[in-house]
C-alpha cells in the first residue's frame, strides 16, 4: 500500500494500480473537503440561497 | 409519535405497526448476527465449507449483491453523468439499495475469512497482481463513494435540514455529485469486472478460465456488463416490493419504463457476448486443456445443461427481450416477470462461476464436490437481507427518497379525505 | 539475504510402479511437520494433509483390474512459461504466498495468510489446506513437534513446503563451510521415509542429481503447447494436469500407459497423438 511496505515494487503494476487507487482517494477526499468547506462557508454566511 | 421526523405531507404508518414490523424482522437480523458471531469466535468450522469448497456459500451471496447492487453506480453513471434526468426520480432508492448491498459485502467478507482480524493485511500487503485485491480496494473506495451519495439524503430529513450546516452540505454535495458518480463509475467498473476477473484467472480450473485481453479475461468485462444491465433490474424489483408493501405508487411509470428500457438493452447486448463467450469457452478454450463440455454438465447430482440454459435463456434471453419490446416493457404483469428473471439469472451466474467451479473435478481421478451450507451459513447470508429491509424501512419513513410520492398519490389521498 | 551461488529448481520423481500405497510418506510429512489432525478424521475434505496419497484404477473388471497409488505433494508449479507465476501465487491477495525464483519452492507465510481461501479455489491439485480448527495435539503429543516449523494457527491455508525447514538448515551449513549444498543434504521427509524408495528428490537444475537424470526436463517450451516449459524427455514421465500450464515440479513416472493417461485430461483421440510426445530431443518420437 505504501512505499515502505516491503512487498513494494517501484514497478508498472504497483504504479497503475496505486496511481488509480490514490487518484480516486484523492478526488473523493478534496469533493468532500470542499464540500465541508463550503458549507461551512454557507453557513457562516448564511446566504440562504442554497434550494435545490 | 414520530411525526416530527417524517417527511413534510408524507403519509406514514403508526409507530406501533413500524415497530412491530422492525421487531420481527430484528429477530432474524438478530439470529443472523448470533451466527456471524459464532463463525467470528469458534471459526469457520461452524461452516460446511471444506477443503474443495473454499468458496462457497458467502462468495456467492457477496458476488451476487455485488451484481444486484450495480444498479446504484449505473443509474448514478447514467443520471450525473450522461445526464438522463428522469432518473431523478429512482435515483435516491438506488443509491439506497447500492449502499445495503455493498456494506453486505463487506460484512459478508469479514465474516468469511478465516482471520477477521488481519483483513487489513489485504490493503497493507497488496499483491496487486490479484483480481482479489483489486476487488477489495474498489469495492472499499466505492463503498465510501456510496456513503457520501446517501448523505445528502439523510440530511434531507425534516428534523436534519433545519440545522444550517447539514442544510448547506446537503446541497453542495449535490451540487458536485457528478465528480462523485464519475469516481464511482471508475471504481464499479474495475470491482465489478475483478470480481469477474476472480474466476477467469483461474488457469488451473478450465470450468472457470478464460481468455481476454492483456491482463483481463473475458469474465472481467462480463460481469462489469452484467452487473450494470441486471442491477437496474433489481432496482425496479425492489422499488416494486416497497410500492406493494406500503400500498403506494412511488416512482413514476415514465421512469420505471425508462430504466426498464435501459435495462433491456444492457441484457439483451450482454447476453449475446455471454452467448460468444460460452460458445468459445466450450469449443475451444476448455478443449484446448482437454476437457469436452459434457464434463462440466454430467456424472453430479445438482449441475446440468439445465443450468447453463436456465441462465442464458429462461433468465437471460428471454427479459431481455421482454424489456426490449415496448408493449412487454410497459405490460407490469411482464415487465415484473421480465425483472424477476432477470434477477435469478445474475444470481445464477455468480453461483455458477464460484460454486460450479469449486464442484468440477479437474485431476482425471477426481470426482465432482457438492456441498450444503450449515445454519450458521444461511443465517448470516439472510441477515443482510434483514438489515436490508430495516433500512429501508426506516430510510422511506424518515427521509424524502421518492420525489414524487407526494405527487403520484395527491389524488388518492384526496379520495381518502374526501371519502 | 545468503547469497546463493546457483538458482535451483527443486523437485521429486515418483515411481508409481514402486508406490504401495503404505502411507509413510504422509505419516513422515505430518510429523516432520506439525501438521494437527481432527479426533474423527473421517472426512477427508476438511483434514489436512500436506501429501496425500490418492488411488487410482484403470476401471477394469477382475483379472484385469489395476490399482496404482498415487502420493500428491503440493506440485510447486512455476506457471505458465514457467515464470514463478503459479496458480495460487499469483491470486493470493496479501502476497502470503510466494515463488522462491531461487529454489522454484512456493511457500506459505502463515502469519500473512488472512485465510480468503482464493488460493485453494485456484489449486487445481486440492494441495492447499485450511485450519478449520485450531490446531491440537493429544496431551504429551506436544513434546514431539518439530521445533524446526512452527505450527499453524485456526483460519489461514497451509500446504506442503518441500520440507524447507530441511534446505535452510543444509543451506546454512554448506554457507558456513562455503560449498554448494549437496543431493543427500536436503532431503524431504517423505523421500526420506518411503520404503519403495518410490521418491527422488534433488535439483532438477543439477544434471549430477537423480532426479535431473531421470527426468531430463526440457528447458524449452513444448513446441505443441507454449505455457509448458519442462516437459520430461523420459517417455515414461508425466506431470499432473501438464496441459493446463501449471508446470508443476512434480513429476511421476510408470511404465504403464493408462497411468500415464490418467496424469491429464484428454478429448477423444487425443492421446493417441500425444503419447509419445516428449520433450524436446524426442519430440515426435
Known amino acids: 500500500m505504501f512505499p515502505f511496505c516491503f512487498e513494494w515494487a517501484w514497478d508498472m503494476g504497483h504504479a497503475i494500480f496505486f496511481g488509480g487507487f490514490w487518484y480516486a482517494i484523492g478526488i473523493l477526499g478534496a469533493g468532500m473537503t470542499y464540500c465541508f468547506l463550503k458549507a461551512a462557508y454557507d453557513t457562516i454566511n448564511d446566504n440562504g440561497d442554497s434550494h435545490h | 409519535m414520530d411525526d416530527a421526523l417524517i417527511p413534510e405531507g408524507a403519509k406514514r404508518c403508526a409507530f406501533p405497526i413500524f415497530m412491530i414490523g422492525i421487531v420481527i424482522v430484528g429477530a432474524v437480523l438478530l439470529w443472523g448476527v448470533y451466527a456471524m458471531f459464532l463463525c467470528w469466535f469458534k471459526g469457520l468450522n461452524q461452516t460446511n465449507m471444506n477443503d474443495y469448497y473454499g468458496f462457497a456459500l458467502w462468495i456467492w451471496a457477496d458476488l451476487a449483491v455485488i451484481a444486484v447492487g450495480g444498479g446504484a453506480f449505473f443509474t448514478g453513471l447514467l443520471k450525473y453523468i450522461f445526464k438522463v434526468d428522469e432518473l431523478k426520480n429512482i435515483i435516491n432508492f438506488a443509491v439506497i439499495i447500492g449502499f445495503i448491498c455493498y456494506s453486505s459485502a463487506l460484512l459478508i467478507l469479514a465474516i468469511d475469512i478465516g482471520q477477521p482480524l488481519r483483513g487489513w493485511f489485504i490493503f497493507w500487503h497488496a499483491n496487486v497482481h490479484s483480481m482479489l485485491t483489486e476487488v477489495a480496494y474498489c469495492l472499499s473506495c466505492y463503498f465510501a463513494v456510496l456513503t457520501i451519495e446517501f448523505i445528502p439524503n439523510i440530511l434531507e430529513n425534516r428534523q436534519a435540514n433545519k440545522v444550517p450546516f447539514f442544510h448547506h452540505l446537503a446541497h453542495n454535495m449535490h451540487e458536485v455529485m457528478a465528480v462523485f458518480a464519475a469516481t464511482g463509475a471508475f471504481l464499479s467498473f474495475f470491482h465489478q469486472g475483478s470480481l469477474g476477473g476472480v474466476a477467469g484467472v483461474m488457469f488451473g480450473r478450465p470450468f472457470a478460465y478464460r481468455e481476454g485481453l492483456l491482463i483481463w479475461p473475458w469474465t472481467f468485462f462480463l460481469f462489469t456488463w452484467s452487473a450494470a444491465a441486471f442491477g437496474p433490474c433489481f432496482t425496479l424489483l425492489v422499488t416494486k416490493i416497497t410500492e406493494r408493501i406500503t400500498g403506494k405508487k412511488l416512482v413514476g411509470d415514465k421512469t420505471i419504463n425508462l430504466l426498464a428500457k435501459i435495462s433491456g438493452w444492457m441484457i439483451t447486448t450482454y447476453i449475446i457476448a455471454k452467448i460468444i463467450d460460452t460458445i468459445y469457452w466450450a469449443f ?12 462440466f454438465y454430467s456424472n453430479n447430482g445438482l449441475y446440468g445443461y439445465w443450468m447453463l440454459i436456465t441462465e442464458v435463456i429462461l433468465c437471460g434471453v428471454v427479459p431481455g427481450l421482454l424489456l426490449i419490446n415496448k408493449s412487454t416493457r410497459e405490460n407490469p404483469t411482464t415487465r415484473t416477470i421480465a425483472i424477476i428473471l432477470g434477477v435469478i439469472g445474475v444470481c445464477l451466474n455468480r453461483w455458477v462461476m464460484v460454486l460450479q467451479i469449486m464442484a468440477v473435478p479437474v485431476m482425471s481421478f477426481d470426482t465432482w464436490a457438492l456441498y450444503i451450507p450449515s445454519w450458521q451459513e444461511v443465517a448470516t447470508t439472510i441477515l443482510p437481507v434483514a438489515y436490508g429491509i430495516i433500512l429501508i424501512a426506516v430510510a422511506y419513513r424518515y427521509l424524502p427518497v421518492f420525489p414524487q410520492e407526494l405527487e403520484l398519490n395527491e389524488s388518492a389521498d384526496a379520495a381518502a379525505q374526501n371519502g | 539475504m545468503i547469497e546463493n551461488k546457483k ?21 513422515s510429512c505430518m510429523s516432520e511437520n506439525n501438521v494437527p489432525f481432527k479426533e474423527d478424521e473421517s472426512n477427508k475434505k476438511d483434514s489436512i494433509t500436506w501429501m496425500r496419497v490418492y488411488k487410482l484404477t484403470n476401471g477394469k473388471s477382475f483379472p484385469e483390474t489395476e490399482i496404482v497409488y498415487l502420493p500428491r505433494p503440493c506440485q510447486h508449479c512455476g506457471g505458465i512459461g514457467d515464470h514463478g507465476h503459479s496458480p495460487c501465487v499469483s ?29 485453494m479455489g485456484a489449486c487445481p491439485y486440492h494441495a492447499r489446506y485450511f485450519n478449520w480448527w485450531d490446531p491440537k495435539w493429544p496431551k504429551g503429543m506436544e513434546n514431539y513437534l518439530s521445533p524446526n516449523v512452527s505450527p499453524r494457527m485456526r483460519g489461514v491455508v497451509e500446504k506442503c513446503s518441500f520440507c524447507y525447514h530441511r534446505y535452510q538448515l543444509a543451506r546454512e551449513q554448506a554457507m558456513i563451510e562455503d560449498r554448494e549444498i549437496e543431493e543427500m543434504e536436503y532431503q524431504t521427509a517423505c523421500t526420506t521415509a518411503c520404503p519403495a524408495g518410490a521418491i527422488v528428490f534433488g535439483d532438477l537444475n543439477n544434471p549430477a542429481h537423480k532426479v535431473h537424470q531421470i527426468v531430463k526436463p526440457d528447458p524449452h517450451p513444448d513446441p505443441m503447447n507454449h505455457k509448458v516449459v519442462g516437459k520430461s524427455r ?13 508446470n508443476p515440479k512434480v513429476y511421476y513416472m510408470s511404465d504403464r500407459e493408462w497411468v500415464r493417461k490418467a496424469g491429464d485430461n484428454y478429448l477423444k483421440g487425443e492421446w493417441e497423438n500425444v503419447k509419445t510426445h516428449h520433450g524436446a530431443s524426442s519430440s515426435h518420437g
Not at chain 2, 475451444?284 to 464434463?295: C, E, I, Q, Y
Not at chain 3, 496479501?94 to 488460493?119: E, K, L, M, N
Open chain 2, 284 to 295: 475451444v478454450t476448455a478443449p484446448s486443456m482437454g476437457f469436452k463440455l459434457s464434463h
Open chain 3, 7 to 27: 538458482v535451483h529448481k527443486f523437485g521429486m520423481v515418483v515411481d508409481l510402479d514402486k508406490c504401495t500405497g503404505c502411507g509413510a510418506c504422509m505419516v
Open chain 3, 91 to 119: 491470486v493470493c491477495p496479501a502476497t502470503a504466498t510466494d515463488y522462491g525464483y531461487d529454489t522454484g519452492i512456493v511457500s506459505q507465510i502463515y502469519t500473512r495468510c488472512f485465510g480468503c481461501r482464493y488460493c
Open chain 3, 234 to 246: 523420459n517417455p515414461k514421465v508425466f506431470r499432473l494436469l501438464e496441459r493446463l500450464g501449471t
